[in-house]
């Protein structure tokens, strides 16, 4: 198996995050195709998105789809839950993080530059983001995983989700959402220190660092050059 993912890319995280905690690495390898970077990521899937996980039958997009098949695939190592209650609550809790969080903070990056921004615009996706986590106050644990006593797909999805909150969103200019002295709070600071988290949270902030720093951009013109120069070698 083959998964197309990127350092920064949160929806790939919170796959590659599962990968490694479930031991599965050695059954995949990692790839950031060239036409990601030239923006044809549409050549290898309809989607044109990361992460996309290529297996014998063919390819497949969208993370969540992909998170449930390596559950799937590998049951016995799955993150899905212990009881059926947990496995509900697992859903919920990525549904929160997917939908309400890194969704919304992504269209955000649209109004990134304040020259051209609409602040109305801005401020109803950062709204957003505050429900998502206001509902995430209500639905995550008090333990040091989101659900249950072990880590879950949950965690998987939070901590990437969870990193935008605090790494992107002031960026645009608003303070993070995550209040002091919140159950998401608590949460956010016990789950760095998890093996797993930490591993995750150090390749986004490479990730980060890389297009800052404009070695991204650099890497990706490199590419580029390679791959257009290809057919005439």
Not at 60 to 68: A, C, G, L, Q, T
Not at 92 to 98: G, L, N, P, T, Y
Not at 177 to 205: C, H, T
Request: charged share 25%; glycine share 8%.
């Amino acid at each position: 198996m083959k998964l197309y993912t990127g350092n920064l890319s949160p929806y790939s995280a919170k796959v590659r995050m599962q990968i490694y905690a479930m031991g599965i690495q050695d059954e995949l390898s990692f790839d950031l195709p060239v036409q990601f970077m030239m923006g044809k990521m549409y050549e290898i899937s309809p989607i044109g998105r990361i992460p996309v996980l290529e297996v014998d039958e063919g390819l497949i997009p969208e993370s969540e789809v992909i998170s449930e098949y390596l559950d799937e695939r590998f049951p016995g190592k799955a993150l899905t839950g212990a009881s059926l209650k947990d496995r509900a609550d697992v859903r919920v809790i990525s549904r929160i993080a997917d939908i309400y969080l890194m969704n919304n903070i992504f269209m955000s990056l649209s109004q990134a530059n304040p020259e051209t921004r609409v602040q109305a615009v801005l401020d109803l996706l950062i709204g957003q983001v505050k429900r998502g986590i206001g509902a995430l106050e209500k639905h995550i644990g008090d333990g040091e995983f989101a659900v249950g006593n072990s880590l879950t797909r949950a965690d998987c999805t939070l901590v990437p989700a969870l990193w935008m909150c605090s790494s992107t969103v002031p960026r645009l200019g608003f303070d993070s959402p995550i209040l002091d002295g919140s159950r998401v709070s608590a949460y956010w600071n016990k789950i760095q220190g998890n093996e797993f988290a930490a591993k995750i949270l150090d390749e986004m902030n490479k990730g980060m660092q890389a297009r800052l720093d404009g070695t991204e951009r650099k890497m990706a013109e490199e590419a580029i050059a390679r791959a257009r120069a290809r057919p005439s070698e």
